[in-house]
Nanobody, 116 residues
């Protein structure tokens, strides 16, 4: 059974930090590029950051460059999103995604709320 389970979301004050985690199971994790997406209320889901099978990373949203970083641990089958200097506009549901060829898997999402 394929699973991507996100954790680590919550309420944080502006300027704070959170580390999101995504636990993968049920598929050949090392073959999959992994990504973090987010969806704010009333907005489309957007790609935040991605990481290749060998650890090459890309931040896809200009507003998070220098603040967010993606990483993976192939041994533990985990993907992480370190988020620093959080802003209210980072408030969204954050989703983990795995992709390889025509196979795409999504997690259920974790809520991140940045508010004072």
């Amino acid at each position: 059974q394929v699973q991507l389970v996100e954790s680590g979301g919550g309420l944080v004050q502006p300027g704070g930090s959170l580390r999101l985690s995504c636990a993968a199971s049920g598929f050949a994790f090392t073959n999959y590029a992994m990504s973090w997406y987010r969806q704010a209320p009333g907005k489309e889901r957007e790609l935040v950051a991605s990481i290749t099978t060998t650890g090459g990373t890309t931040n896809n949203v200009d507003s998070v460059k220098g603040r967010f970083s993606i990483s993976r641990d192939n041994f533990k089958k985990m993907v992480y999103l370190q988020m620093n200097s959080l802003k209210p506009e980072d408030t969204a549901v954050y989703y983990c995604r795995g992709s390889w060829s025509n196979n795409i898997y999504w997690g259920q999402g974790t809520q991140v709320t940045v508010s004072s």
